[in-house]
């Protein structure tokens, strides 16, 4: 058997191997790499499923993409079984109910938020493909982060040998927490860099280095941010998982919806795959806070970018989702040339409408619902004083949409994709006093902090990049 190969969406690179796309990340025509085929999964195998532990049921989920030719099975099984060791529970993503519908809860890793779930796998497949002869042995990873990719990729990553990673971060515009979650990180080959600027800005930042070919070559780049195909693939594990624990109890339930908080859209878009593969997912929503370019697209067919807007749920603050382009791909009939025009035409005009057959498409794919600050501290101070439970801002998000969607029920999931110790300040406004944060959380404010603050500007962070590795 052999393993998926890979394509860019724009076409100028194709069939390329598993540990070739986790090596690059991003496509060298700017694309992001997509499966050539989805395998397929049967209601038999799914059920086969029901009685593994989370890590056993994850590599027969990752096994479907990757055989033998990539990754030893034996190897495999490894690197997965790694991962999950590093969270607190048991079950690695607890599923539970609250208020009528089901709670998947992400937070129980390393960084509490539910990077730690793919960022751990990450770092374990880049060790393997480092030590196995990839990049004679080096690799300089460049990331942005909104507040929780940095925070678990420096985890996924610190100490590991042959790799520097340097996180870039807009100045002022994460939780104190989420900054000192990577500031205070002590190994030698962690560098956080705080940008003048959005993440947006961050986020071109990395994209412009990786489409510079001498820098990108010279300094062996890689990729964590969810432009990197291993994170969208480690994530589709839970979708299967939380399947089967809300199956185990409710025995009539055919397909289960889930309401994902999104940003960047790896996670959702995690579910869109799982459903193509032949996972029963019904409803897959789409939660946006004020930063709402993916509500606007799927309720109006407007993927118009605008000026982000500073909220409390800043994991969130995006306005051009980097996975998005993954989903257009497919909206446009999997057609490399077509999505390079509109890639281009957004590029020039910070414009992409849809209408027609095509939004049909789109929101038979996606339903999406808005929540404000407003609605989002309601909804957290709401679920304390009903059901005694305690949901962070962004994953609050996600609840308010199964409320205005009319699907708080128990063939739902709602993604809670961080611990609400991680933002006292945005909790504090729904909840007096706080909840008591956990020890390692707490531990943060006493620890030394090393970061570099950086200009928005590209020649300056090549530089520091190439000063991280020489």
Same mark, same amino acid.
């Given at each position: 058997?052999?393993?998926?190969?890979?394509?860019?969406?724009?076409?100028?690179?194709?069939?390329?191997?598993?540990?070739?796309?986790?090596?690059?990340?991003?496509?060298?025509?700017?694309?992001?790499f997509?499966?050539?085929?989805?395998?397929?999964?049967?209601?038999e195998?799914?059920?086969?499923?029901?009685?593994?532990?989370?890590?056993d049921?994850? &590599?027969? &989920?990752?096994s479907?993409?990757?055989?033998?030719?990539?990754?030893?099975?034996?190897?495999?099984?490894?690197?997965?079984?790694?991962?999950?060791?590093?969270?607190?529970?048991?079950?690695?993503?607890?599923?539970?109910t609250?208020?009528?519908?089901y709670?998947?809860?992400?937070?129980h890793?390393?960084?509490?938020?539910?990077?730690?779930?793919?960022?751990?796998?990450?770092?374990?497949?880049f060790?393997?493909?480092?030590e196995?002869?990839?990049?004679n042995?080096?690799l300089?990873?460049l990331?942005?982060?909104?507040?929780?990719?940095?925070?678990?990729?420096i985890?996924?990553?610190?100490g590991?040998?042959?790799v520097?990673?340097?996180?870039?971060f807009?100045?002022?515009?994460?939780?104190?927490?989420?900054?000192?979650?990577?500031?205070?990180?002590?190994?030698?080959?962690?560098h956080?860099?705080?940008?003048?600027?959005?993440?947006?800005?961050?986020?071109?930042?990395?994209?412009?280095?990786?489409?510079?070919?001498?820098f990108?070559?010279?300094?062996h780049?890689?990729?964590?941010?969810?432009?990197?195909?291993?994170?969208?693939l480690?994530?589709?594990?839970?979708?299967?998982?939380?399947?089967?624990?809300?199956?185990d109890?409710?025995?009539?339930?055919?397909?289960?919806?889930?309401?994902?908080?999104t940003?960047?859209f790896?996670?959702?878009?995690?579910?869109?795959?799982?459903?193509l593969m032949g996972?029963?997912v019904?409803?897959l929503?789409?939660?946006?806070?004020?930063?709402?370019?993916?509500?606007?697209?799927?309720?109006?067919?407007?993927y118009?970018?605008?000026d982000?807007?500073?909220?409390?749920?800043?994991s969130?603050?995006?306005?051009?989702?980097?996975?998005?382009?993954?989903?257009?791909?497919?909206?446009?009939?999997n057609?490399?040339?077509?999505l390079?025009?509109?890639?281009?035409?957004?590029?020039t005009?910070?414009?992409?409408?849809?209408d027609?057959?095509?939004l049909?498409?789109?929101?038979?794919d996606?339903?999406s619902?808005?929540?404000?600050?407003a609605?989002?501290l309601d909804?957290?101070?709401?679920?304390n004083?009903?059901?005694?439970?305690?949901?962070?801002?962004?994953?609050?998000?996600?609840?308010?949409?199964?409320?205005q969607?009319?699907?708080a029920s128990?063939?739902?999931v709602?993604?809670?994709?961080?611990?609400?110790?991680?933002?006292?300040?945005? &909790?504090q406004r729904?909840?007096?006093?706080l909840?008591?944060?956990?020890?390692?959380?707490?531990?943060?404010e006493?620890l030394?902090?090393r970061?570099?603050?950086?200009p928005?500007?590209?020649q300056?962070?090549?530089?520091?990049?190439e000063?991280?590795?020489?």
């Amino acid at each position: 058997m052999t393993s998926v190969t890979y394509s860019s969406t724009r076409g100028g690179q194709t069939n390329l191997s598993f540990r070739s796309v986790v090596m690059q990340g991003l496509a060298r025509d700017r694309g992001l790499f997509v499966p050539d085929e989805f395998p397929k999964v049967t209601m038999e195998e799914i059920e086969s499923w029901r009685s593994l532990s989370y890590p056993d049921m994850a &590599v027969e &989920v990752i096994s479907k993409f990757v055989k033998e030719d990539q990754v030893p099975a034996e190897k495999l099984k490894d690197i997965v079984h790694r991962s999950c060791a590093a969270f607190r529970s048991p079950e690695v993503t607890p599923v539970i109910t609250v208020g009528g519908h089901y709670v998947l809860e992400l937070f129980h890793g390393p960084t509490f938020a539910f990077k730690d779930v793919a960022l751990q796998m990450l770092g374990n497949f880049f060790e393997y493909f480092l030590e196995t002869g990839s990049n004679n042995g080096r690799l300089a990873v460049l990331g942005a982060t909104s507040g929780d990719t940095g925070s678990a990729a420096i985890s996924g990553l610190r100490g590991k040998k042959g790799v520097d990673c340097i996180i870039l971060f807009p100045n002022g515009r994460v939780s104190a927490i989420q900054e000192r979650q990577m500031t205070t990180v002590p190994d030698s080959n962690i560098h956080c860099v705080a940008v003048e600027g959005t993440f947006d800005d961050c986020q071109d930042l990395v994209k412009a280095s990786f489409n510079t070919p001498d820098f990108r070559d010279k300094v062996h780049l890689g990729a964590v941010n969810s432009i990197n195909w291993c994170r969208v693939l480690a994530q589709t594990t839970y979708y299967y998982w939380s399947y089967l624990r809300v199956t185990d109890q409710q025995k009539d339930v055919k397909e289960v919806n889930f309401s994902v908080p999104t940003g960047n859209f790896g996670d959702v878009l995690a579910g869109y795959y799982s459903k193509l593969m032949g996972l029963p997912v019904g409803r897959l929503i789409v939660a946006t806070n004020e930063n709402d370019i993916l509500h606007r697209f799927f309720t109006k067919g407007e993927y118009h970018r605008e000026d982000i807007a500073k909220t409390i749920s800043p994991s969130m603050d995006i306005c051009v989702s980097s996975n998005f382009e993954r989903y257009l791909f497919h909206l446009a009939g999997n057609d490399a040339e077509k999505l390079a025009g509109w890639m281009k035409d957004f590029e020039t005009t910070k414009k992409l409408t849809i209408d027609g057959e095509l939004l049909a498409k789109a929101q038979g794919d996606f339903g999406s619902a808005r929540a404000d600050t407003a609605m989002t501290l309601d909804t957290i101070r709401e679920y304390n004083e009903k059901h005694n439970y305690v949901l962070c801002p962004h994953s609050a998000v996600g609840v308010s949409a199964v409320h205005q969607l009319s699907l708080a029920s128990l063939d739902t999931v709602c993604l809670a994709t961080a611990h609400e110790g991680k933002f006292p300040a945005a &909790v504090q406004r729904a909840i007096d006093p706080l909840p008591t944060p956990p020890a390692e959380l707490a531990a943060l404010e006493s620890l030394p902090t090393r970061r570099t603050e950086l200009p928005n500007d590209l020649q300056a962070v090549q530089n520091f990049v190439e000063q991280c590795v020489s």
